[in-house]
């Protein structure tokens, strides 16, 4: 049964490259490239896709953190969720997943998008995701505070917040909270767990999300 899953998804995936993606969008060649590599190491239907921007991308350990699940990570660039909604089949719906969890927003808010429009695209890609199987849980992961971004705290709170609100409204999504647990004392971000870029995390800061993935990965 799962070859046969596996056997239409790579048809679907044929079909969209072919025909829906003919064009390049934003992030084409790094998309490509990711699904090669996928392809090349093997995967099998019915997994959890991590996917989103470098936060998701840069998570190395990722397959190691939880090994005893069926992992596979699309994260890719500094995508925003617009991004994420034109590659949609070919980095999540392909893989026919059981769960899916999204970062994105963080780079849309440094673009100055509106959380409107964030929220919109958002929307439209949970949507989908539910419309291929609605048996599919989603998972939207919280924007992260960075010091590299400190001065647009409050929109990210402000999305923050949205995102968690809009969760509750649907059945079989869930927000995922990362931005307690990357604050220090003063309420601000935990700067030890940040590379030089004060943006992108290290080994430290991963071991916290790993925490807190932990009771939404392994259930």
Excluded: C
């Excluded at 190691?64 to 069926?70: A, G, S, Y």
């Excluded at 509106?114 to 199987?133: A, P, Q, Y």
Aim: charged share 25%; glycine share 6%.
């Amino acid at each position: 049964m799962k070859h046969a899953i596996k056997v239409l998804s790579t048809v679907l995936f044929l079909f969209l490259t072919v025909f829906a993606f003919g064009q390049d969008k934003p992030f084409q060649s790094e998309v490509d490239a990711l699904t090669e590599k996928i392809e090349n190491q093997g995967w099998q239907p019915g997994g959890l896709v991590f996917t989103g921007s470098s936060s998701v991308r840069f998570w190395m350990n990722l397959k190691q953190t939880f090994p005893e699940q069926n992992i596979i990570n699309t994260g890719f660039g500094g995508s925003q969720a617009s991004d994420l909604l034109a590659h949609l089949p070919i980095l999540v719906l392909k893989y026919v997943p059981s769960k899916v969890f999204i970062y994105e927003g963080d780079n849309d808010l440094w673009a100055k998008k509106e959380v409107s429009t964030i929220m919109k695209e958002l929307d439209e890609i949970v949507t989908w995701i539910k419309r291929e199987n609605k048996n599919t849980e989603v998972y939207l992961v919280s924007a992260k505070p960075s010091p590299a971004r400190w001065e647009i705290k409050e929109s990210y709170l402000v999305l923050n917040r949205l995102m968690k609100e809009y969760t509750q409204t649907k059945e079989g999504v869930e927000f995922v909270d990362v931005w307690e647990a990357m604050l220090d004392d003063k309420g601000e971000p935990k700067v030890d767990i940040f590379i030089m870029d004060r943006l992108h995390m290290n080994p430290k800061g991963y071991e916290i999300w790993a925490e807190i993935f932990r009771p939404y990965v392994v259930d």
